[in-house]
Every structure is written in C-alpha cells, then in structure tokens.
C-alpha cells in the first residue's frame, strides 16, 4: 500500500505563509492532480512530499510511514521535473542507470530495468545518444524512465508538460496516463492546466492561495464546485457569472433588470436568503438555442453578441445579457453576427448559485 496523508501542514519563508494547514490523503494507486493558478503552493507542496522542502508544520507520511524527517533517498519517491534535469554529457542509457548505481544494484538488475523501462517507452533506439540530439517529447520519455526504473512507492511529476509544444502535451498526456494506468503507482501530478488536470486525475485537489478548496472526482469537481473560484478556475471556456440579489422568498433572482427564476432545487436554500447578494453561475453548454429542445425548464433572454471564435467543431460566443457577460458555445453552421441581438435559452436546473460574500456554494 502507498497511500500518501498530509495532515496540518503549513509551510512558511521568512514568516509568509505558503501553505496553511493542508490536509489530504492521497489514495494508493490513485493518480491525484494538484491545480491551480501559479503561486497556489502546489509545486511546495509536491516538494515537501518529495523532502525537497521541510515542513513549517504537520506531518506527511507514505504508506503508513511517518517521512517527513526523512531525507528524499529514504522516501520511496521518484519525481519528474518540469525542466527534465538530465545529465547533459551522458547518454540516455547512462542517465537512466544513474540513480540505480547510486543505490548499488547489481549489474544485472540494472540492465533488466533499462531494457524494460527502454522498451516501455520506445527509447531503445536512443540509448547511445546524448540529451542535446533528442526532440522535447524524447527527453521527457527519458525523465519518466528514469523515475521508473526506480519502481518507486510513489511518482511525483512537477508540470512536467509545460514545456511542450500543444500537439506534443497532448499526446504525452495520454502516455502518462495509460502509463500509471499499467504500473499501478501512486501518482501525484502538479499543474496549472485545468484542462490538464480534468483529463488525466482519477481525482484533483484545487489550491488557492496555499489552501486547499476542493478534493473530488473531475467531474464531482466541474457539476458542483464548492465556492465562485473553483467555479470559475474550471472548465474552458470559463463559466459565466452575474452578480444578483434573491426575490420573491428565493424564487428567481434579478440583477439589473435581468431576472432568471431559480430551479426548485435551489428555492430551500435561497429562500432564507431573501434580499441577499449572490452569484448565478452558468456554464456555457447550458447557454442553447430557443427552439432546440432542452433538459428541462429554460428561460429566454436576449444577448448581444460581442466576439465570436471559431475553432472548427464549435464556435465560441462572448455576449452580454442586460449588460452581463454570457460565453456560450454553438455549432459553426449557427455563429451570430458580431453586433446582432440574439436570443438564447438558459437551463435553469443546471444554474449554479453561491454567497455574494463568501463565494461558497448554496445549492
């Protein structure tokens, strides 16, 4: 078992807190992304799970195993940076034998684990050449088979895509996921790509700020965000949000003339909330067309179309309703004019609704 716990961690430099009383249990096996926007503390966090930075507070412990006075050799961890960090006057067969002689393992074992981890990830054919005569996406393959002829208890990758061109992350994306996917290895994975972390965590753990806002499933994650920045901080293009007031004993909200009636889910929970300030937050696939048939009750409202993106499949729409911004998607055949009123439908059981003040979710 490899599961990983961190419980009241703080870190803090020069009295700044960094990170502030993180507590998550990372399940074995489990591929876990770390994300949010840069200065989070998700990669300090990796760190200290790594012993590349002490704690300020808490304890960290891998497999039941308290490690966080542990020094990095003694951790059962292999990390894979964002910069690669190979041995540039090595070759790729001498870089991935490296840290298995420095742990002294036989000769044999050590031509075993290369020739796996070389045959795993199609390097064979490079193991004589040196750092500077393979391509981004080669020397990335390089990283990872170094972390994994290791066969550590835990792999930690720090934004290890982030400088790939977009064609080349997507495709190495999937080859890391099918890769934990195999070796069945606890994975702790850090970035700053939503999109990134929605398509390859078997669960995320969104930061803000060194504190942790939201541990869930993708999916849990985008349909039910916990507060207003995770609502925004995922999902692309980003959810629409209009700052309103509750009327009518929480039966439809009104900001500035624009009224949205509240979906019958939600009326328990607003109804105390009378007269107060929130947010309605709408995702742009439940912006459609008035007369598509809709999931349900939907109200019409009249949007100016202000910038129109086209990206082959599908078209983005940015607008304004009432003065309130409205991004949506449609297909390319049905892109509006930029400068026409349009109508268009919102599906009101899929609104979602948070604290003016706090910004935590209401429903």
Same mark, same amino acid.
């Given at each position: 078992m490899a599961e990983v716990r961190l419980e009241h961690v703080d870190k803090s430099y020069d009295g700044a807190s960094v990170i502030a009383d993180l507590n998550l249990e990372i399940r074995d096996q489990e591929f876990m992304v770390l994300v949010g926007p840069s200065g989070c503390g998700k990669s300090t966090a990796l760190r200290m799970i790594a012993g590349l930075e002490d704690l300020t507070g808490g304890t960290i412990a891998i497999g039941g195993r308290r490690v966080d006075e542990l020094p990095p050799k003694d951790r059962d961890v292999a990390m894979v940076f964002q910069n690669y960090a190979l041995y540039p006057h090595m070759t790729i067969r001498e870089n991935l034998?490296? +840290? #298995?002689?420095m742990r002294k393992v036989p000769r044999e074992e050590i031509d075993r684990l290369v020739a796996q981890a070389a045959a795993t990830l199609e390097l064979a054919p490079l193991l004589d050449r040196r750092p500077r005569q393979l391509s981004?996406?080669?020397?990335q393959r390089v990283a990872l088979g170094r972390a994994i002829v290791r066969q550590p208890a835990v792999y930690l990758f720090d934004e290890p895509l982030s400088n790939l061109d977009a064609k080349l992350r997507l495709q190495m994306r999937a080859e890391i996921k099918n890769l934990q996917r195999r070796l069945k290895t606890t994975t702790v994975y850090v970035t700053h790509d939503q999109v990134e972390a929605m398509t390859m965590g078997t669960r995320i753990a969104v930061m803000k700020d060194g504190r942790l806002?939201? @541990?869930g499933t993708p999916l849990d994650v985008y349909d039910r965000p916990a507060n207003l920045f995770v609502a925004l901080f995922i999902g692309s293009p980003p959810m629409s949000v209009i700052q309103a007031t509750v009327r009518d004993?929480?039966?439809r909200v009104e900001a500035d003339g624009l009224e949205l009636p509240l979906r019958d889910a939600l009326r328990a929970a607003a109804r105390p909330l009378d007269g107060r300030s929130v947010h309605v937050g709408i995702r742009p696939e439940h912006v459609v067309d008035p007369s598509s048939p809709a999931h349900g009750p939907t109200a019409t409202l009249?949007?100016? @179309?202000? #910038?129109?993106e086209p990206l082959g499949d599908e078209a983005v729409v940015h607008a304004r309703v009432? +003065? !309130?911004p409205l991004t949506y998607r449609v297909e390319p055949r049905r892109m509006p004019e @930029?400068?026409?009123r349009v109508a268009v439908a919102v599906? #009101?059981?899929? #609104? !979602?609704l948070f604290d003016g003040e706090s910004g935590a979710r209401l429903g």
């Amino acid at each position: 078992m490899a599961e990983v716990r961190l419980e009241h961690v703080d870190k803090s430099y020069d009295g700044a807190s960094v990170i502030a009383d993180l507590n998550l249990e990372i399940r074995d096996q489990e591929f876990m992304v770390l994300v949010g926007p840069s200065g989070c503390g998700k990669s300090t966090a990796l760190r200290m799970i790594a012993g590349l930075e002490d704690l300020t507070g808490g304890t960290i412990a891998i497999g039941g195993r308290r490690v966080d006075e542990l020094p990095p050799k003694d951790r059962d961890v292999a990390m894979v940076f964002q910069n690669y960090a190979l041995y540039p006057h090595m070759t790729i067969r001498e870089n991935l034998e490296f +840290g #298995l002689k420095m742990r002294k393992v036989p000769r044999e074992e050590i031509d075993r684990l290369v020739a796996q981890a070389a045959a795993t990830l199609e390097l064979a054919p490079l193991l004589d050449r040196r750092p500077r005569q393979l391509s981004g996406g080669q020397r990335q393959r390089v990283a990872l088979g170094r972390a994994i002829v290791r066969q550590p208890a835990v792999y930690l990758f720090d934004e290890p895509l982030s400088n790939l061109d977009a064609k080349l992350r997507l495709q190495m994306r999937a080859e890391i996921k099918n890769l934990q996917r195999r070796l069945k290895t606890t994975t702790v994975y850090v970035t700053h790509d939503q999109v990134e972390a929605m398509t390859m965590g078997t669960r995320i753990a969104v930061m803000k700020d060194g504190r942790l806002q939201q @541990v869930g499933t993708p999916l849990d994650v985008y349909d039910r965000p916990a507060n207003l920045f995770v609502a925004l901080f995922i999902g692309s293009p980003p959810m629409s949000v209009i700052q309103a007031t509750v009327r009518d004993g929480g039966a439809r909200v009104e900001a500035d003339g624009l009224e949205l009636p509240l979906r019958d889910a939600l009326r328990a929970a607003a109804r105390p909330l009378d007269g107060r300030s929130v947010h309605v937050g709408i995702r742009p696939e439940h912006v459609v067309d008035p007369s598509s048939p809709a999931h349900g009750p939907t109200a019409t409202l009249q949007a100016d @179309v202000e #910038l129109v993106e086209p990206l082959g499949d599908e078209a983005v729409v940015h607008a304004r309703v009432g +003065g !309130h911004p409205l991004t949506y998607r449609v297909e390319p055949r049905r892109m509006p004019e @930029v400068g026409r009123r349009v109508a268009v439908a919102v599906e #009101l059981e899929r #609104l !979602h609704l948070f604290d003016g003040e706090s910004g935590a979710r209401l429903g």
